[in-house]
């Protein structure tokens, strides 16, 4: 048997664990930097949080609040701020206690699970199965529940990222009646609260729902680097060991979340790896070095995150890119050499088409956008133009998602037939290349 034990160096699992063990700490406590975290304290959100108080503080005398909805772009604090106050109000409220209920409609989207949802969060366990029954069975059995249940308090019902029901077909049905429960109730009141990243989500939605819905909203502003940057040092001191983060740190993570639209969940997110990766690599202080790493890192996971959430005709588009560049010497990727092995994966993938130039161009464009490749528009003479590709993801990256697909794992070598002999596509004519 050969073997090389200077190359092959095995994981050893008990090593792992004892250098993890008697490696620095460096996080007092880490759930602190987790999303679902609520701070004690919620920095330049005073403004937001005297609105909702406002709106939200007739419910402690039992009266109904009137609905309403936030916006604000991603990671501006609004499901934070509202589960905030919900945690407030809760402490002042004697004789009516509220209810809240959390909706996310992101995972709780058709109108049977929301009702379902909402059911089974009163009740504390899963009596109404998650298919099955008739809607407006369901609809009076929570009337009825409503009523005996939250009796004369008010039930606050959150509608969390509401845009995902707004989009849908039947997404002004179940609006609809949710803001038609009062009516129908005897003794309980309800008081929808909608947020949403997505400003325009109201275009999708019925005049009526949108009057009931509440005409009232509260914009939550993005934040800048310096408030990002107070948001990080609180949520530091509760969340590592003092003296841990070299100065220009959290600064750092702050301009670069700023960056993006001033969101406080990658800043949060910045941090938090940064942590990992120093004490991952035995040192006893996040720097600088460690924040730009897990830059890196988050974008590439994004990425990932993001190949893997697309459609299978555009993998197969990045997959015939991937081959291409593979394959070829000079790596010259080319428009109509997508087309032409896009077509070829295609006719030896099962159930999937061979797609139009024009579709192939659209998912050409949203990879450039998404900055998973740059596509460079060139003349050539008479036969129109083409479009230079590149990959900007790392091909290790690509292998790795193409390894885990069922549909794409077997072509990871395979050499497409327009390489093997040589030739060129541009537009609709074939040329062999010349050597
Ligand atoms: N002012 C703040 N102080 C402390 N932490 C904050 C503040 N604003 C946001 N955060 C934190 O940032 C993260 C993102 O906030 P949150 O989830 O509330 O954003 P969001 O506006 O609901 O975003 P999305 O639209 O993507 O759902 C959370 O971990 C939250 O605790
Ligand atoms: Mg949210």
Redesign the pocket.
């Known amino acids: 048997m050969l073997t090389n034990d200077k190359e092959y160096e095995k994981f050893s699992i008990d090593r792992f664990y004892k250098n993890y063990l008697n490696g620095p700490r460096l996080f007092k406590s880490r759930d602190a930097l987790?999303?679902?975290?609520?701070?004690e304290?919620?920095?330049?959100?005073d403004n937001e949080i005297e609105q909702i108080a406002s709106k939200t503080a007739c419910a402690l005398r039992g009266e109904t609040p009137s609905n309403f909805l936030c916006y604000?772009?991603?990671?501006?604090?609004?499901?934070?701020?509202i589960r905030f106050v919900s945690q407030k109000l809760a402490n002042y409220a004697s004789d009516c206690k509220p209810w809240w209920i959390y909706i996310n409609c992101s995972i709780v989207s058709t109108p049977y699970r929301i009702l379902a949802h909402i059911y089974n969060t009163i009740v504390k366990k899963d009596e109404i199965p998650p298919t099955g029954l008739p809607k407006d069975v369901i609809f009076k059995k929570l009337l009825g529940l409503l009523d005996n249940k939250v009796d004369n308090s008010i039930c606050f019902l959150v509608l969390?990222?509401i845009d995902m029901i707004a989009d849908k077909k039947n997404g002004n049905e179940i609006l609809y009646d949710l803001t038609r429960l009062n009516e129908n109730l005897d003794f309980c009141r309800t008081c929808l609260i909608g947020?949403s990243?997505k400003l325009n989500f109201k275009e999708n939605l019925d005049p009526r729902v949108i009057s009931s819905l509440g005409e009232d909203h509260i914009t939550?502003l993005t934040?800048d680097a310096k408030e990002l940057g107070d948001?990080l040092n609180?949520?530091a001191k509760i969340a590592f060991y003092d003296d841990i983060i070299k100065e220009g740190v959290i600064p750092l993570c702050a301009a670069l979340a700023a960056k993006e639209h001033g969101d406080?969940?990658k800043a949060?997110q910045l941090l938090r790896k940064a942590g990992e990766i120093a004490e991952r690599t035995q040192n006893k202080h996040i720097t600088g070095d460690h924040v730009k790493k897990a830059q890196d890192e988050l974008e590439r996971d994004h990425t990932i995150d993001y190949i893997k959430g697309m459609p299978l005709q555009a993998q197969v588009v990045l997959m015939s890119i991937y081959l291409i560049s593979r394959f070829r010497q000079n790596k010259l990727t080319i428009s109509g050499d997508v087309y032409e092995v896009h077509g070829e994966l295609t006719s030896k993938i099962p159930g999937l088409r061979s797609l139009t130039r024009r579709r192939i161009s659209d998912y050409i464009n949203e990879l450039c956008l998404a900055g998973i490749i740059t596509a460079q528009k060139k003349s050539v003479g008479f036969h129109g133009n083409t479009k230079i590709i590149k990959l900007v993801v790392e091909t290790k990256v690509l292998e790795g998602i193409f390894k885990e697909s069922d549909k794409l794992r077997s072509f990871l070598n395979y050499k497409p037939i327009m390489i093997q002999n040589n030739k060129v596509r541009i537009n609709k004519d074939v040329f062999r290349k010349l050597n």
């Open positions: 987790e999303p679902s975290y609520i701070p304290d919620l920095p330049h959100r604000g772009m991603t990671g501006t604090g609004k499901t934070a701020t969390d990222e947020i990243n939550f934040y948001i609180e949520r406080a969940r949060l």
